[in-house]
């Protein structure tokens, strides 16, 4: 069973910054996929990043070009950079990982972008 602890939520007025870091509990070997997805209220769960062990990344339109993903294959962690955030970001981020037909996910931490 695999673990994720979130870190770094919180509150933050339109046009700032936080940044978001997830961690693995147990080492994982071979290629496997983590990213995050957000839920705001009364919405479904969407996906915000992800990265492969590879490096290769993808991104939600609504975040491209302000939000930036990496990941320390050696740690099994992953860190996502949100800059010019937005009011529409405000939602519980919940890290994901997935290898092969195994989906991990973390507990959620709250970002709320507000004024």
């Known amino acids: 069973q695999v673990h994720l602890v979130e870190a770094g939520g919180g509150l933050v007025q339109p046009g700032g910054s936080l940044r978001l870091s997830c961690a693995a509990s147990?080492?994982?070997?071979?290629?496997?996929?983590m990213g995050w997805y957000r839920q705001a209220p009364g919405k479904e769960r969407e996906r915000v990043s992800t990265?492969?062990?590879?490096?290769?990344?993808t991104y939600a339109d609504s975040v491209k070009g302000r939000f930036t993903i990496s990941r320390d294959n050696a740690k099994n962690t992953v860190d996502l950079q949100m800059n010019n955030l937005k009011p529409e970001a405000t939602a519980v981020y919940y890290c994901?990982?997935?290898?092969?037909?195994?989906?991990?996910w973390g507990q959620g931490t709250q970002v709320t972008v507000s004024s």
């Open positions: 990265i492969v062990t590879g490096g290769a990344t």
């Open positions: 994901l990982l997935m290898k092969g037909p195994q989906t991990y």
């Open positions: 147990t080492i994982i070997y071979g290629t496997y996929i």
